[in-house]
């Protein structure tokens, strides 16, 4: 019988690196072929073609760069002898990647992004097993149709839905409101759950010059009014609670949607999504009748990544609107 064929793209990160003595810090370092000869027996479960993509830390990642890789995972999925890609990443911007990829890319193939909290220095390395259960999942005819997907600690996560919640944990990225989709037990994923409402933006372009805000208590404009005056096209404000902002922040706001930029809300809490509840200044129902666009429950780094990609295929604001509200707003 024919092993499944799965392309492994290699981008950096920690799963790359190990502690450089001379100046005693962790830096990408490791081919692909040494990271791939730490995953034990996966020959036995797949053939992997492996690409070297970069090599560089998350941080380095940039949203241009996102549709590089893109470019790069269309041209292997369309190969017929490739059954899935498997993806290594960099923590730090990976779930901006995995959703920036599972919003453009249409192919009921296997996406899998995958990466380590700990380097090849230390004790409990957890590249291998990582990329080990990305490959398991990746050749599951159970995981045809279902997007990108992330695969870290024995969880599979969808893009749509996981977040790095934490700094150090082996188990960092989560699906705070729903859970994963399914765990990998004994060279096997099961999922216990689908996804539901999955949103495609069909584009092969990015619009970049979007800037994320947060707010706090007493915040003013000079922030929003500098953005939009150094050509920011799109802003996302991490708005306070249900979707609210200091009163002090209402004139920039205004500023920046008579200049025709988007502006798009979510809410600096870690879940739960925004809406027009409260008519005071600065309040849900005031923002959404200046013109604001309601972002949901998206975190604000993966909703800068939707709104880039949604400037791309149009600049009417009310197209704007439709695409970032998908399936969230009935009225």
């Known amino acids: 019988m024919n092993k499944p064929k799965v392309v492994v793209i290699f981008t950096g990160g920690t799963i790359s690196m190990t502690v ?17 000869s730490l995953v034990t027996n996966i020959d036995k479960y797949a053939e992997i073609e492996t690409v070297n993509f970069s090599k560089l830390p998350g941080p380095h990642i940039h949203p241009k760069m996102m549709m590089d890789l893109r470019r790069v995972v269309v041209d292997n999925l ?7 890609v498997v993806i290594t990443h960099g923590t730090d911007t990976l779930e901006e990647t995995a959703f920036l990829l599972d919003l453009s890319i249409d192919s009921p193939k296997p996406i899998i992004i995958a990466g380590a909290m700990r380097n090849s220095s230390e004790l409990g390395y957890d590249g291998p097993s990582n990329l080990a259960a990305a490959v398991c999942t990746a050749i599951s005819p159970q995981s045809m149709g279902k997007g990108v997907l992330v695969v870290m600690n024995n969880e599979v996560n969808a893009a749509s839905e996981v977040t790095k919640f934490n700094t150090l944990s082996l188990d960092t990225f989560k699906s705070l409101e729903f859970g994963p989709l399914g765990i990998v037990d004994n060279d096997e994923v099961i999922y216990h759950r689908d996804i539901v409402n999955r949103q495609q933006i069909y584009t092969e372009g990015i619009v970049a010059e979007v800037d994320l805000i947060k707010c706090a208590a007493g915040m003013d404009s000079r922030i929003i009014k500098f953005c939009v005056d150094s050509g920011a ?9 249900r979707g609210n902002v200091p009163p002090t922040m209402i004139e920039g706001i205004q500023y920046a949607i008579d200049k025709n930029v988007a502006v798009v809300i979510t809410s600096r809490c870690p879940t739960g999504r925004v809406l027009d509840t409260y008519g005071y200044e600065g309040g849900g129902k005031h923002l959404r009748n200046m013109g604001i666009i309601l972002g949901g429950d998206v975190p604000g780094q993966k909703l800068r990544i939707k709104l880039m990609l949604a400037l791309s295929v149009s600049t009417d604001l009310q197209d ?3 695409i970032m509200e998908f399936n969230q707003y009935r009225r």
Do not use: H, T, Y
């Open 20 to 36: 450089d003595p001379r100046i005693g810090a962790a830096i990408p370092s490791l081919s692909s072929q040494e990271i791939l």
């Open 233 to 241: 096209k799109g802003l996302v404000l991490e708005a306070l609670g």
């Open 78 to 84: 369309q190969r017929e002898d490739i059954s899935a």
């Open 320 to 322: 704007i609107k439709n």
